[in-house]
């Protein structure tokens, strides 16, 4: 069993990169499961399992982060995928917050970004890139070769240890070298139950006590504490 | 390096074998791709750049220098030995033209020699446009005629790539006999989609495209050489009167009586 997380901006083309990896996956036999993890709303588990006929299912994170959600659901989910015959598990999370990431130790991280969405894109989106195995690129169809070239300039000075795959996901080009990443990836270790063990989230969360998170809403840094910060100060002061 | 891309026949539109089954290009040689629109110009060019190797919707494959070529080229892209530029005339990127170039040329020569190649790319993008390109500006507020001499200057001057394929220059403000002229100094190989007779004429063979499969390759022969040459006059009496007409003169009436 293997898994593969997939992250990035909304409308990257997460889902049209999976449908591809999904088509080509049930061509040589591999039997895949799909995941979506999002906020509110949610479509592409109806859509994959109708186009498709694979095991596929969502939850809504609500009132928890995504990344959040994902990390309480990610062991049920493999589970799941496992009972139901899957070979590969494919979750695409919302990826709303760009301080931290949804990425684990033992599975395989791919962030989706557009090569339409400017050349700062690679610097602003922080550890949803920086611990990502792969970046792929999408929308290459829509821009010169030059600029795709510098696009993953960009992304290689901001992730040097980040593998770049640039994709035309309408298409279809540009694939067939992710899935080799894939299938060439880490094979998850599962208990008896089917859980998988081990897995940990990659990376460093940022700080859990947030006055926000936990349903604070005055506006001014004077109403809160914890990890607070003026706009006349560059550092953010602790402990208030 | 290169010396030769082959490209085998695929299928047509509609299924069945291309009548041309196997065409060379040999580097230093200008390749020019006819036919009417949807004829599948664009798609061939397609095949080249991404090395095609039979599962695209043509089934053609691709080799350099007779053989498959190493999986390097096609997933690095700045490994790719063809430089391809495409009818897409506008910029999405928001760097300034010079940090743009410079990224580039650091990627795709070296560090130390970007400054200078970038110099060279401006001046070789200025030699193709009327309206000269400052490295401040942003790439998004160049003109189609700027962007489109831009992106050749990249390919030929950044790149430095033995291959270039050109997709339709002609929809661009810049002078396609200027550019064919500057190109042919470099040594490479150049395929040129093209609707213009002058360019088509100047090159060494074409190809004809129809229904999405290659239909026949026609050498430039005596006939062609000399109909290039007078399109040439023609091209150029024809691009006096239009800057005689920008520049709000009063004609003459005779200008183009040589063809009259
Ligand atoms: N031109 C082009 N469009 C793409 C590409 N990938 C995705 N799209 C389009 O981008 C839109 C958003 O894609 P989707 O997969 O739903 O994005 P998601 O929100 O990241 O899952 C859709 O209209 C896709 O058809 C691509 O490589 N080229
Ligand atoms: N050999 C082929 N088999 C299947 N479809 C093809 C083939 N050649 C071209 N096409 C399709 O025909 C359409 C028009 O081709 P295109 O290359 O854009 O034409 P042109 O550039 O000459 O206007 C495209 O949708 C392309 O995918
Ligand atoms: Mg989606
Ligand atoms: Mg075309």
């Known amino acids: 069993m293997r898994l593969a997380v997939v992250a990035g901006p909304a409308t990257t083309g997460k889902t049209a990169v999976l449908r591809q990896v999904v088509r080509r996956l049930l061509a040589r036999g591999v039997a895949p499961a799909f995941l979506k993890i999002d906020v509110q709303y949610a479509d592409e588990d109806e859509a994959l399992a109708a186009e498709f006929g694979i095991p596929t299912r969502k939850v809504y994170s609500g009132e928890l982060c995504p990344d959040h959600c994902s990390v309480m659901v990610l062991g049920d989910a493999v589970r799941w995928a496992a009972g139901a015959g899957a070979e590969v598990l494919l979750v695409e999370t919302a990826g709303l917050c760009l301080r931290c990431s949804p990425y684990v130790d033992g599975a395989l991280g791919i962030v989706v970004l557009e090569a339409t969405s400017g050349m700062n894109l690679p610097r602003k989106v922080g550890p949803m890139l920086s611990l990502a195995d792969v970046a792929v690129v999408t929308k290459i169809d829509r821009v010169s070769q030059a600029e795709r070239e510098v696009f993953r300039a960009r992304i290689e000075d901001a992730a040097p240890s980040v593998l770049v795959r640039e994709v035309n996901a309408l298409h279809g080009i540009g694939i067939d070298p992710l899935l080799g990443t894939l299938l060439g990836g880490p094979q998850l270790v599962l208990g008896e139950d089917l859980e998988p063990r081990g897995l940990r989230l990659r990376g460093a969360p940022p700080v859990g006590t947030c006055t926000i998170c936990v349903g604070k809403r005055d506006v001014g840094w004077r109403s809160h504490f914890g990890v607070v910060r003026p706009l006349e100060s560059a550092t953010f002061y602790r402990g208030e | ?260």
């Open chain 2, 1 to 260: 390096m290169l010396d030769s891309l082959t490209i085998l026949g695929g299928r047509s539109r509609t299924g069945e074998p291309e009548p041309v089954g196997r065409l060379d290009l040999r580097v230093g040689e200008v390749l020019a791709v006819v036919g009417p629109t949807g004829s599948g110009k664009t798609t061939l060019v397609n095949d080249l750049e991404l090395f095609a190797d039979g599962t695209t919707s043509t089934g053609r494959k691709v080799l350099v220098d007779g053989v498959p070529p190493p999986s390097r080229m096609r997933d690095e892209p700045s490994a790719s030995p063809i430089a391809l530029i495409t009818q897409h005339t506008s910029f999405l990127s928001d760097l300034p033209v010079g940090e743009f170039l410079l990224t580039h040329a650091r990627i795709r020569r070296s560090p130390t020699a970007a400054g200078r190649v970038v110099e060279e790319t401006l001046a070789f993008a200025n030699e193709l446009t009327g309206e000269p390109i400052d490295a401040r500006s942003r790439m998004t507020d160049l003109s189609g005629g700027q962007a489109r001499a831009l992106l050749i200057a990249d390919a030929t001057v950044v790149c430095d790539t033995p291959v270039v394929l050109l997709d339709e220059v002609e929809n661009a403000g810049i002078d396609r006999a200027r550019a064919l002229a500057l190109l042919r100094r470099h040594r490479k190989a150049f395929v040129f989609v093209t609707h213009d007779p002058h360019v088509a004429l100047l090159a060494d063979a074409r190809l004809v495209m129809k229904g999405g499969a290659m239909t026949a390759l026609l050498r430039a022969d005596e006939a062609d050489r000399r109909l290039a040459a007078v399109a040439g006059r023609m091209d150029f009496a024809l691009a006096r009167v239009r800057e005689a007409i920008r520049a709000g003169e009063r004609l003459a009436g005779s200008e183009l009586e040589a063809f009259a």
